[in-house]
């Protein structure tokens, strides 16, 4: 993937250091929201017998310590090698990849036709990594992402009426069919809910996108119980409940952003999570 340049993460990265063995005995707090699986050499030498496209360019034992690289490199800040990283090894590599440029586009990259362009891939390689592997509950959800932040960039309006709606839930509800704690899933549905309804309305959002007020609020509920230490869970629901309910339930969105300002972070993505409810609170 060619890209002109990446943005450096803004914080100290070897506050984030998952160097040797300290990234599988922190990957369960790393990866609560997400359900990504251990990339160790079984993972990869299982994912290769289920798709000949998943088959690694080098083998087994070398590409999980490549994966394994690129998830430091998420981890620590360094999204760019990250992306590169993952991208090197072929499909068996779009998650953390997409992954990557996910976070980067949203938080560090400024140039918005650029934004747009890496959100573009990943929901590309998303598609293309779910039909090669259809169990992949990460496949659907990175696709979703990008997705989803690609309409924010292009306004939900538009997106709604280009069809992105549609694919944005189907890919969550694909996610969650197939990882039902996947938390981030959940973060992401509610927060379709909250910006169809703020942008069309509770009637047209329900009879044609299938959204509701009722739904947002589960979803969020539901993300917080299964990743309770998420800054980003506790700024979607603030913002969905500014979006659908306004004053009415402000005092509820600053508590959450507060709350979130709060957490702890345990790698880059959370630390820029954190930075962006302390914004909040200070706008």
């Known amino acids: 993937m060619a890209h002109r340049r990446w943005n450096p993460f803004p914080h100290p990265a070897s506050d984030f250091d998952y160097a040797g063995a300290k990234l599988k005995k922190g990957w369960s707090r790393l990866h609560r929201g997400d359900r990504e699986p251990f990339p160790d050499a079984a993972w990869v030498e299982e994912m290769a ?10 083998p087994a034992a070398q590409a999980a310590s490549t994966l394994q690289d690129a998830w430091r490199s998420y981890h620590a800040g360094d999204f760019g090698p990250a992306v590169e990283l993952g ?18 586009a949203t938080y560090l990259e400024t140039d918005e ?59 969550l509800n694909d996610a969650i069919a197939r990882e039902p704690k996947h938390a981030d899933a959940h973060i992401a549905l509610g927060a379709y809910h909250a910006e169809v309804i703020a942008k069309v309305g509770a009637m047209v959002g329900s009879l044609t996108y299938g959204a509701s007020r009722d ?20 700024v979607e629901y603030a913002n969905a409940l500014a979006m659908l ?27 820029l999570d954190v930075e962006l409810a302390k914004s909040e609170l200070e706008s």
Do not use: H, W
Request: hydrophobic letters at 50%.
């Open 113 to 171: 036709k650029a934004r747009l362009a890496l959100f573009q891939a990943s929901a590309e390689r998303g598609a293309r990594l779910a039909k090669a592997a259809p169990a992949l509950a990460n496949a659907y959800y990175f696709q979703a992402q990008a997705l989803g932040r690609y309409s924010q960039g292009i306004s939900v309006v538009k997106a709604l009426a280009q069809g992105l709606g549609g694919r944005i839930l189907g890919a």
């Open 215 to 234: 739904a947002a609020v589960e979803n969020f509920d539901a993300a917080l119980k299964l990743n309770p230490d998420s800054a980003i869970a506790r």
């Open 245 to 271: 309910f306004g004053k009415a339930r402000m005092k509820q969105a600053t508590a959450l952003y507060r709350d979130a300002a709060a957490c702890i972070p345990a790698d880059a993505m959370e630390c």
């Open 87 to 104: 991208l090197s090894l072929g499909p068996i590599g779009f998650n953390v990849a997409n992954k990557a440029a996910n976070i980067y």
């Open 49 to 58: 017998s289920v798709a000949a496209e998943l088959t690694p360019r080098v």
